[in-house]
């Protein structure tokens, strides 16, 4: 084993390419570089490219920093949240060291870091590393790894990728670090949604980022930005095609009983544990309807992308797309597969996919093979029949067909969803929502209303699904008005968790939680001034105290639906992040009035309308060409239905929803019980007993005070409310035996009890 080595490819030396770069840069890419030319007439700056996605902002970067950094010999380091993120810069790099660009010099050394097993570790910098790619959690444990590699620079180039990210603590920490260490740092954050948060953040943003390009100048402004395109004007271009987003709702449920290995895989590694992913690969119904939809839709659909769960899922998937006579074949790793015992070659899959370019091949089924790095601009379709957690794979997989006609594609591009019921909330990433904020694509009110619709209606499949089930109890939600069940807005954020992992979500908002997240979100800072709490990663310990405390002072009285503990945690993780609140999207032009089905079931009442003038009726409200709320709303038919019958049941057999009790149960006074359990059957009265105790310790300035130590604020979120005379010592849940403590206080006093 003496002096064996391995070839790894974390590392290495990239030499010029002898020949001529062929691929020329559209006309908003040129418009960019010579922006960045601009402000780099200046010694150091920070400023944003923002190109939305499928905008090529990896492309523009790197063939600028390879003319204006690495040819000059001036360092490099760029920063990723995401091993996928590293790995396509450093193949961007590798791709366009063309001679024409760095003709200088006659090589450089680049470096990826990570803490993922096939990246190198900080430790192992080199002070003659030209590039560095590293993730921003491994540069932000071990600064002082790069001390060596800065010293005696008198220029850098700082590039952070995806710099929405950037007002996070990790990513400021780094900036501000690096400014400290080297005279001149040239910053450039590349990004595809600047905007997509709220005044708060933007404000911290524009801390970071303050130099920019306005008509052919170098200027200050609140956000520096040398270079901006919209997603809209790519689309007018041609450069992109314009999305269409379509949902396809399954009768399948899955995940009924995850368990923590099964959970974590999903959400750390977004990998879908192997019996779901056999259950969902052999679903006969699941591979008809999404081979159906492809078949009924075609003419629309054309060159279509399927991306599958697995080897087997996509076997499966051909066969049936051939036995529908849609010439189709499946491309996946080079490698033979246990189960099925099939091999497939790089050469195999080379034909598959010349046969796709030249049009043989109308369907094309993958297994994450076609992410990124294959050019297949006559693609006008993409199925998305796996779930992801990955902001980044939804990314690149509805990337596939977003290539315009300029570029060799089409004008429009169908996004397909197949969506699933599943039994355990996961944060699968909705694509419609990578398209909320500046960038949106819709063009009018209508269309940006059915874009609202589509992601209601996703968030709503548990509920609807639930409804569906009967071993679960929805008898209290189903005596409740139908258009409190309607969201009046939501909150729509993204973070990134320990593992690199970026997710998104949005929080419905109703009528009956608006003023309560309302006063959540307001009082955040000083939630984590009362833990004090300044950890991006708080534990799941302190996580679980936060939440319970915010719920007993904000989510108070009846909710409907029910208080979420996991979406307050998300916010939680949220603002610990980026120390900012998420931007809140009103519904307001959805007319709510037409989902009220309340008043749709009145009227078929009123009408005393027989089977078939019923079932006429409710097929025209369904099947409306001009206004397709309801189809949008609920996305499928069968949702619809029961909730109407539900709907027409409540006026015509009011006793169907009165539960006959047939047990005699004990009693026990309510001042027996805790406050938490007392909220849980009668959430008015813990509401209105808390009020009570906390105005009773207020004094005439408005100050709560601790009836311990006697620490005094305006807001409840410091205080815990105590039972003067324990619950296990005979105390009663009477407002003359409760007080206001500090949390510290209620924590000693805890303690003591204890003992």
Request: aromatic letters at 10%; hydrophobic letters at 35%.
């Amino acid at each position: 084993m003496e002096n064996s080595t391995v070839i790894v490819k974390s590392f290495g030396k990239i030499l010029p390419k002898e020949k001529m770069n062929t691929r020329s840069p559209y006309p908003h890419q040129i418009s960019a570089m010579k922006n960045l030319d601009l402000i780099n007439t200046n010694k150091q700056y920070s400023t944003l490219v923002v190109l939305p996605t499928g905008g090529g902002k990896t492309y523009t970067a790197s063939v600028w920093l390879l003319k204006n950094a690495i040819n000059k010999q001036k360092k490099i380091l760029w920063i990723a949240h995401r091993k996928t993120l590293l790995d396509q810069a450093v193949e961007s790099f590798q791709q366009y060291a063309y001679k024409d660009f760095i003709p200088n010099i006659s090589s450089f050394q680049y470096r990826v870091i990570s803490g993922d097993a096939e990246h190198d570790k900080t430790i192992n910098i080199e002070k003659s590393d030209d590039l560095l790619v590293v993730s921003k959690d491994s540069i932000g444990r071990n600064l002082k790894n790069i001390d060596r590699w800065l010293k005696d620079e008198e220029e850098v180039f700082l590039i952070i990728d995806e710099a929405h990210h950037s007002t996070a603590k990790t990513y400021r920490k780094v900036i501000d670090y690096i400014k400290e260490k080297v005279p001149y740092v040239k910053l450039i954050g590349l990004t595809a949604t600047p905007f997509r948060t709220n005044d708060n953040e933007k404000g911290l943003l524009s801390r970071i980022y303050k130099d920019g390009v306005e008509l052919g100048d170098v200027v200050n402004n609140d956000i520096g930005i040398a270079y901006n395109i919209s997603l809209k004007e790519l689309i007018s271009k041609n450069i992109l095609s314009k999305p269409i987003f379509e949902s396809y709702y399954t009768d399948e449920s899955y995940g009924r009983s995850l368990g923590i290995k099964g959970l974590e895989s999903i959400q750390n590694l977004d990998i879908l544990p192997e019996d779901i992913q056999k259950e969902m690969a052999q679903s006969a119904a699941r591979n008809q309807l999404i081979v159906k939809t492809y078949k009924e839709n075609q003419k629309n659909y054309g060159q279509t992308i399927v991306f599958a769960v697995n080897i087997v899922h996509a076997i499966q998937l051909t066969t049936l797309f051939k036995k529908e006579g849609i010439n189709a074949a499946y491309i996946v790793s080079n490698i033979k597969d246990i189960v099925t015992g099939v091999t497939v070659s790089s050469k195999d899959n080379e034909k598959n996919l010349e046969d796709y370019r030249s049009g043989k091949i109308k369907v094309l089924v993958n297994v994450n093979i076609l992410t990124e790095g294959v050019d297949l601009p006559q693609t006008k379709t993409v199925f998305l029949a796996r779930p992801t957690v990955s902001t980044i794979l939804m990314t690149q997989m509805i990337g596939r067909a977003l290539r315009g006609t300029k570029a060799g594609g089409t004008d429009l591009a169908y996004i397909v969803s197949f969506i699933d019921n599943w039994n355990e909330h996961i944060a699968w990433v909705n694509p419609d929502s990578l398209f909320i904020g500046e960038n949106e694509f819709v063009d009018n009110v209508a269309e940006r209303v059915q874009h609202e619709l589509r992601l209601i209606a996703i968030s709503k499949i548990e509920e609807f699904a639930a409804i569906l089930d009967n071993s679960v109890d929805t008898s209290k939600l189903e005596q409740i008005d139908f258009i409190k069940r309607v969201p009046i807005g939501m909150y729509s954020f993204s973070y990134i968790d320990e593992n690199g992992m970026e997710s998104s979500y949005q929080i419905m908002i109703y009528d009956s939680t608006k003023k309560a997240y309302e006063e959540f979100i307001n009082a955040l800072p000083e939630v984590f001034s009362a833990f004090s709490c300044e950890d991006e990663y708080p534990s799941q310990s302190i996580l679980e105290k936060m939440e319970a405390q915010c719920r007993d002072t904000f989510f108070l009285g009846d909710m409907i639906p029910n208080y979420e503990k996991k979406d307050v945690i998300r916010l939680l993780k949220y603002y610990a992040q980026y120390e900012s609140t998420p931007k809140f999207y009103l519904f307001d032009d959805i007319d709510r009035d037409k989902l009220d089905l309340g008043k749709i079931a009145k009227y078929i009442y009123e009408e005393d309308m027989g089977i078939s003038k019923k079932t006429e009726y409710i097929n025209s409200l369904w099947d409306e060409a001009q206004d397709p709320i309801l189809r949008n709303f609920f996305g499928k038919k069968l949702y619809f239905k029961s909730q109407l019958e539900m709907e027409i049941m409540k006026l015509t057999d009011e006793d169907l929803f009165l539960k006959e009790d047939n047990v005699e149960y004990g009693a026990r006074p309510l001042e027996d019980l805790t406050l938490h359990k007392l909220g849980k059957i009668n959430p008015d009265l813990e509401k209105k007993i808390r009020a009570e105790v906390f105005e009773k310790s207020k004094d005439k300035e408005g100050y709560y005070t601790c009836a311990v130590c006697t620490k005094k604020a305006k807001n409840r979120i410091y205080f815990q409310i105590d039972h003067i005379v324990p619950m296990n010592k005979g105390g009663k849940t009477k407002i003359e035996n409760l007080q206001v403590l500090c949390r510290k206080c209620n924590g000693i006093k805890s303690d003591i009890e204890v003992i």
